[in-house]
């Protein structure tokens, strides 16, 4: 019995030390990401970088800013996140309000567990492919269009998780009070599960708006401000790639600050998405 009890005792131990051991592996590599940028970032910062446009020799180490690669990376991100949320919301709701657990429900989330999975790279050729059957050039519209097919097995899935974990007697309650599955899951689940689909949203939103392979065929890139949806646009994850490539010192400096400002907007976005859902946590049944 004792050698049972010790047995187990360093079972646990070495468990708990292979946890730590994980947690501190992750945190130090996001530290050291952090310090990384931030080192070479804030000497590089200035306020032209975010109110400039590129001049002529901006890739040179000469005067200019990332304005046009932030307000681009801004727009493709929200307009695919939109778009992507008008599709996975309802996909989300019928998985679980119709099909819940039957084969063809399992069937989908395999499919967009694959999806989910393909490399961006491929969802940029993919976007390319569609674009040139349809006569279209590297533009704005590409940029949301790949980025929407990007985002949408992400959000689907992710709200698909999250409304599974409903309590099912809200439902079960709000049938027998004789309301339809579509009133139950338009006026009852969303509301409950308000806070996580934000959270799916925002998570979506982050892979768009931090992905550089999908857009490098379908949006291009541009040195001006997006003005249409049919002109090419710039990205800060193309900025940062294109100025990295740069054999001038001040330029590669101007890489990490552009990841800086990226990480920023990132960061500003999950804290955001934190104060809101609290907020809508009152809405949440518990």
């Known amino acids: 019995m004792k050698k049972r009890w010790q047995r187990r005792h360093v079972t646990e131990a070495i468990a708990r030390g292979l946890m730590l051991f994980s947690f501190a592996l992750v945190a130090g590599c996001l530290g050291l990401i952090l310090w990384t940028i931030l080192r070479r970032g804030l000497p590089?910062?200035?306020?032209?970088?975010?109110?400039?446009?590129?001049?002529?020799?901006?890739?040179?180490?000469?005067?200019?800013?990332?304005?046009?690669?932030?307000?681009g990376s801004l727009y493709m991100a929200t307009g695919g996140t939109i778009?992507?949320?008008?599709?996975?919301?309802?996909?989300?709701?019928?998985?679980?309000?119709y099909v819940r657990d039957s084969r063809f429900g399992d069937n989908v989330r395999l499919a967009l567990d694959v999806l989910w999975g393909i490399?961006?790279?491929?969802?940029?050729?993919?976007?390319?492919?569609?674009?040139?059957?349809?006569?279209?050039?590297?533009?704005?519209?590409?940029?949301?269009i790949v980025l929407t097919l990007l985002e949408l097995p992400i959000m689907t899935r992710s709200m698909d998780e999250v409304i599974r974990r409903m309590p099912g007697d809200l439902e079960h309650a709000a049938l027998a009070l004789g309301s339809t599955r579509f009133e139950v899951a338009t006026k009852v689940v969303i509301r409950q599960m308000l806070p996580g689909i934000l959270t799916a949203v925002l998570l979506a939103f982050g892979r768009g708006i931090g992905d550089a392979a999908s857009v490098?065929?379908?949006?291009?890139?541009?040195?001006?401000?997006?003005?249409?949806?049919?002109?090419?646009?710039?990205?800060?994850?193309?900025?940062?790639?294109?100025?990295?490539?740069?054999?001038?010192?001040e330029v590669q400096n101007r890489a990490y600050a552009s990841a800086l400002i990226l990480t920023v907007i990132v960061l500003a976005i999950s804290l955001g998405s934190r104060l809101l859902a609290g907020r809508l946590s009152k809405f949440v049944v518990k």
């Open 44 to 71: 590089a910062m200035s306020w032209a970088m975010i109110t400039q446009t590129p001049k002529g020799g901006f890739y040179l180490g000469k005067e200019g800013g990332i304005l046009n690669a932030i307000a």
């Open 83 to 97: 778009l992507a949320l008008l599709f996975s919301l309802p996909i989300a709701l019928y998985l679980e309000t």
């Open 119 to 144: 490399p961006s790279i491929v969802y940029g050729a993919f976007g390319f492919t569609l674009m040139l059957a349809m006569g279209m050039r590297a533009s704005l519209l590409g940029g949301i």
């Open 216 to 249: 490098l065929f379908t949006a291009g890139y541009t040195d001006r401000m997006p003005t249409s949806l049919l002109r090419p646009v710039a990205s800060l994850p193309l900025a940062v790639f294109f100025q990295l490539g740069m054999p001038y010192p």
